[in-house]
């Protein structure tokens, strides 16, 4: 306890109520030493400022650290609907109440399910050091309860999605998960995160797939409009190995997912959609980071978002070419719809090439409704207001239709109804 003291003292005392539970929880720990250790980077970088330029547009004073508590055990709430629908449809589900697993489920030939207390990266660097500099990953590496890791067996192909279940009813959660495809595998693995009313939640999750592995990985995000939602996603891709990944925030105050890709061997390839909708005052912070280490690699981006109200997007993305990596092709593209003349949306696309025989590609849009298209539907007798929900609705469709057919629909209808909402600003 006496290092958490110290821990304690140093930081100030508007986070005193913060890190005296962070302490609380710490202590209690099978690897407290470690989480010390984490803590202490935690205070080391500090909490970001706007001066920072990767959390210059982030609403950083509206975020009082010692507002939340972390929590010493789960608090139990019902499912909702939508978690029970999805739930059915998986062929696996784990849950996750306030970073803590609280099921690991039925699980089949091939899959395997089990909770680590101690802290680790999958990507064979120390998990501190891996993530120095990122101060929500550190934290989340000293205050995870422990980390849910899926595997699946080399050649096991998982015929229904495995549903990882997040929900957060206290006021500080760091759930953080793993998942290791073996050599030759296949699964569909959806990341579901709902609940967190004047919450922090902190996700973590890594991703190693192997050579010749295949995995599709949805995370779904409807938290609380009073959410403050930082996440980190990385997939480390061997040899010809596949990922393709969607992406969706809909909730929270301030929603920012940085969502990683190294391309470790040859052959490799990503596909990453990310997909918001702002309303209010939401900020949406999109960061992506494709990363091709090895040569003939592939990547594709495709974000696409709207902010309507007084709501705000920033989407800022990095294609990152090493010297070696030839033959390697990576394309970049980010759409915004500004559907109302207060909502705010800024793009920043970035290139970093060290190897000469690439093909590479970027491009970057932000505009309103097009006025063409809206005429034309008008024409044909359709109302104003239906005309730009059904082009809102044909904006996103192209995100939704690279989910699996398990899933498609109960997505959709989820996203109408959240996109029903607007009426009152199409009107």
Excluded at 199 to 218: K, N, T
Excluded at 236 to 251: P, S, T, Y
Aim: net charge negative.
């Amino acid at each position: 306890m006496l290092g958490c003291a110290r821990y304690t003292a140093m930081v100030p005392k508007t986070m005193k109520l913060f890190a005296d539970s962070a302490s609380s929880f710490i202590v209690n720990q099978p690897d407290a030493m470690e989480r010390r250790r984490a803590w202490s980077a935690f205070e080391s970088v500090g909490l970001p400022t706007t001066a920072d330029e990767v959390w210059r547009y982030a609403p950083l004073r509206d975020l009082d650290l010692d507002s939340y508590r972390v929590p010493d055990a789960p608090a139990t709430a019902p499912d909702t609907h939508f978690a029970t629908m999805l739930a059915s449809r998986a062929g696996l589900v784990v849950r996750v109440v306030d970073g803590f697993c609280v099921s690991t489920g039925a699980p089949f030939d091939g899959v395997e399910v089990e909770l680590i207390e101690t802290i680790g990266s999958i990507s064979g660097v120390d998990f501190i050091d891996h993530y120095a500099g990122d101060t929500f990953a550190v934290l989340n590496g000293a205050l995870s309860p422990s980390t849910t890791v899926i595997r699946v067996a080399p050649g096991v192909v998982v015929d229904r999605p495995i549903v990882v279940v997040n929900s957060s009813n206290c006021s500080a959660s760091f759930p953080r998960t793993q998942i290791v495809m073996g050599r030759g595998s296949s699964a569909t693995v959806v990341e579901y995160f709902e609940g967190g009313d004047q919450a922090l939640v902190v996700p973590l999750s890594e991703y190693a797939i192997g050579d010749a592995a295949s995995l599709q990985l949805i995370t779904y995000q409807r938290l609380s409009p009073s959410a403050w939602h930082v996440a980190r996603t990385t997939g480390f891709l061997g040899r010809d190995a596949r990922m393709r990944q969607a992406v969706i925030g809909f909730g929270g105050h301030y929603n920012r997912s940085r969502n990683d890709a190294e391309m470790l061997g040859s052959g490799a390839e990503n596909e990453l959609r990310t997909t918001f909708l702002g309303s209010g005052d939401q900020v949406h912070d999109f960061r992506t980071h494709q990363f091709h280490k090895a040569a003939r690699t592939r990547s594709t981006l495709l974000s696409k978002g709207a902010v309507a109200d007084q709501s705000r997007s920033v989407y800022t993305g990095l294609i990152e070419i090493e010297k070696g990596a030839k033959r390697t092709d990576a394309r970049q593209t980010n759409h915004n719809l500004l559907l109302s003349p207060a909502a705010h949306a800024d793009s920043v696309p970035n290139l970093d090439i060290r190897e000469n025989d690439v093909v590479c590609a970027h491009a970057s849009s932000v505009g309103p409704l097009d006025e063409m298209q809206r005429w034309y539907l008008e024409s044909r007798g359709v109302t104003r207001n239906d005309a730009e929900r059904l082009m809102i609705q044909g904006f996103f469709y192209e995100m939704l239709t690279s989910l699996p057919t398990e899933l498609a629909g109960l997505v959709e209808s989820d996203v109408t109804s959240v996109l029903s909402t607007l009426e009152r600003v199409l009107s």
